[in-house]
C-alpha cells in the first residue's frame, strides 16, 4: 500500500479526495479527540457488568509462574491514572429522540412565521432537530423567492453545510444546467431543501427528522406561494405528496400540493445527486423539465 501510495500523481490524489468527498467524508479528524477507553467503561457501565481484568483468572503452566501480589511490580509513579467514566450527559437523549413537545414547537414556531424573514429567524432559534447540533450551518434558501417556481430537494450536503446556501455543490452545480436548459436560473426560480442542516455523512434523513421539519417547509411554501412546487427526489416527494411510491414510479406525473386548502401544481423528479450517479437516468429528466416548461410558458400567456 505504501508503494502504491509513493506511486499517485496529484491527479490520482485530486481523484481520491473527491471521492472521499462524494462518499460523505467532511473531516479527517474529529474536532475533538475520542477516548475508547473511556466509551468502553461507559458500556461496561450501562450493562452493570464490570470491567474485565487482564490478569483475573490467570493460570500458571509448565515454565510460567504466577506473580503472587509480594512480587508484582510496584506501579509506576509516571502511570497515568485509569480513565474514569464521563458523567452522562442529561440533553443527549433529548438531541437524537425529540419528546412531543419539540413537535409542538416546531409546529408553533412555523405557524406564528408572517414573512419568509420571519420563518428563517424561527428556524435559526429552533433547538429541537438533532441535525443542527452536528451541523456547521443553516441552509435554508437560495434565488428568488417571488419566482413561479419552487424547487425542493432533500438536504444539505457537505458544500452547502460550508456555504449556507443550498445546492452550491455538484449536485447544484447540474440543478443549475436542468434550469438552463429550460432557460431558468436562481434569479426566475426559489430553491431550497426539506431539511435545512446537513445529515452526518449525507444520510438520509430519519423519519423524526423530516417530521421536525414538515411544518417549516409546509410554512415555506405558503409564504412563497408559488405557482408550481418542484419535488427533487424520495424525501421531499413522498413527504409532501403524501405517497408511498418511489420517486422512479412516481416523477414526470403532475399532483397536487396542497398548501392549507389551495392546491398547487406539483411536479416529482430525479435529485441532481442522482443524475450524477446514473446519468442515463438523464433522459427522463429531460422530459420532465420540457413538461414543466410548458406548464410555465402557459402560466406566462394565461
Known amino acids: 500500500m505504501a508503494s502504491m501510495a509513493h506511486e499517485m500523481d496529484p491527479a490520482g490524489w485530486a481523484a481520491l479526495l473527491h471521492f472521499y468527498a462524494d462518499s460523505g467524508v467532511g473531516e479527517l479528524c474529529e474536532d475533538t479527540p475520542i477516548d475508547r477507553f473511556v466509551q468502553t467503561a461507559e458500556a461496561h457501565q450501562a450493562r452493570g457488568r464490570p470491567q474485565p481484568q487482564p490478569n483475573a483468572g490467570a493460570t500458571t503452566t509448565p515454565g510460567q509462574t504466577s ?72 441552509v435554508f434558501a437560495d434565488g428568488n423567492p417571488e419566482a413561479p417556481v419552487m424547487f425542493i430537494g432533500e438536504a444539505p450536503g457537505r458544500d452547502e453545510d460550508l456555504q449556507g446556501a443550498p445546492f452550491v455543490g455538484r449536485a447544484g452545480q447540474m440543478l443549475d444546467r436542468m434550469l438552463a436548459a429550460i432557460g431558468l436560473d436562481r434569479d426566475s426560480a426559489y430553491i431550497t431543501n426539506m431539511i435545512p442542516w446537513r445529515p452526518p455523512g449525507n444520510r438520509t434523513p430519519a423519519p423524526h427528522e423530516i417530521e421536525l421539519c414538515r411544518p417549516f417547509i409546509e410554512r415555506h411554501v405558503a409564504l412563497a406561494a408559488p405557482k408550481i412546487v418542484v419535488m427533487l427526489g424520495n424525501v421531499a416527494s413522498k413527504s409532501l405528496l403524501g405517497t408511498d411510491k418511489g420517486i422512479l414510479s412516481i416523477r414526470g406525473n403532475w399532483m397536487d400540493y396542497l398548501a392549507g386548502d389551495a392546491p398547487i401544481p406539483a411536479l416529482p423528479t430525479l435529485h441532481p445527486a442522482y443524475l450524477l450517479r446514473n446519468p442515463a437516468q438523464k433522459r427522463f429528466v429531460w422530459a420532465d423539465l420540457l413538461s414543466l416548461q410548458e406548464r410555465l410558458e402557459a402560466l406566462a400567456t394565461g
Open 67 to 138: 506473580s503472587s501480589p509480594a512480587t508484582q511490580p510496584a506501579p509506576s509513579a509516571s502511570r497515568k491514572p485509569a480513565p474514569q467514566p464521563l458523567a452522562p450527559d442529561p440533553q443527549a437523549s433529548q438531541l437524537t429522540v425529540p419528546g412531543a413537545a419539540a413537535f409542538e414547537h416546531a409546529r408553533a414556531l412555523a405557524a406564528g412565521a408572517n414573512s419568509i424573514a420571519e420563518l428563517r429567524a424561527a428556524l435559526d432559534g429552533f433547538t429541537g432537530c438533532n441535525l443542527r447540533h452536528s451541523a456547521k450551518s443553516l
